[in-house]
Each structure stands twice: as C-alpha cells, then as structure tokens.
C-alpha cells in the first residue's frame, strides 16, 4: 500500500472557533482516527501549534539563517496533518473527504514519492 499526507489547512488571522462547534469538530476528527487505525490505514498525525510558533533555517554560503516565524506569510496555514496508508489514490481522497466534511477546511492529499 502507498503511503499518503492528508494536509489540514486553517485560515491565517481567523477568530478561533465557537467551543462547541470546536468540540464536535474534535469528535468528528477523533471518530476518523479511530476507524483509519481500525482499518490499519493509520500511520501517524497530529496538529501543529500556529505558524507564529516556527522556526525557520535558510541556507546562506556555509552557514544557516535562522528566523521565528513562518516560512512565508498566507491565508492559510498548515494545522495539522495526518499519514495514512491506503491501496490507491481514489482511497485516500475518500480519507480526505471525510476529513474535509468533518473539520469544514480545505484539506490536501498528496502521495509520498517512491512508493508503489
């Protein structure tokens, strides 16, 4: 089976989510979890803290440029990220949209190169 990314992406500058609809949002993305290891599609995920929270290193010569903060200024921003095994794209995109009607985001599948 191939390996995929499943990429949660959040608005940038967005007012966190009302508590409540947040909490079944979670419930939701919890319950996808439990059926993608279930189904032993799950390798691993989590979401990430805001993109303030980053560290950048750029290559500069011989040395290394380190800088807080995102790598580049967006709407959206990576917040989480889940890999999953799946026998094919088709398989993997129905993973996604599980995800996508369950946190209300845009969400990107991408396979991992070198595989299958």
Sequence with gaps: MKQYLISMYQ????EPP???FLAGVMREVD??????REAGCWVFGNGLHAPETATVLRPRG??????DGPFAEGK?????FTIITAPDLDAALD????Y??????????????GEG
């Design 11 to 14: 608005p940038a500058g967005a």
């Design 18 to 20: 009302d508590p409540e």
């Design 31 to 36: 319950a996808i979890g439990r059926e993608l």
């Design 62 to 67: 011989d040395e290394v440029l380190v800088t």
């Design 76 to 80: 959206e921003y990576l917040g989480g």
């Design 95 to 98: 993973w996604g949209r599980r």
């Design 100 to 113: 996508a009607l369950a946190t209300t985001l845009p969400i990107e599948v991408r396979p991992f190169q």
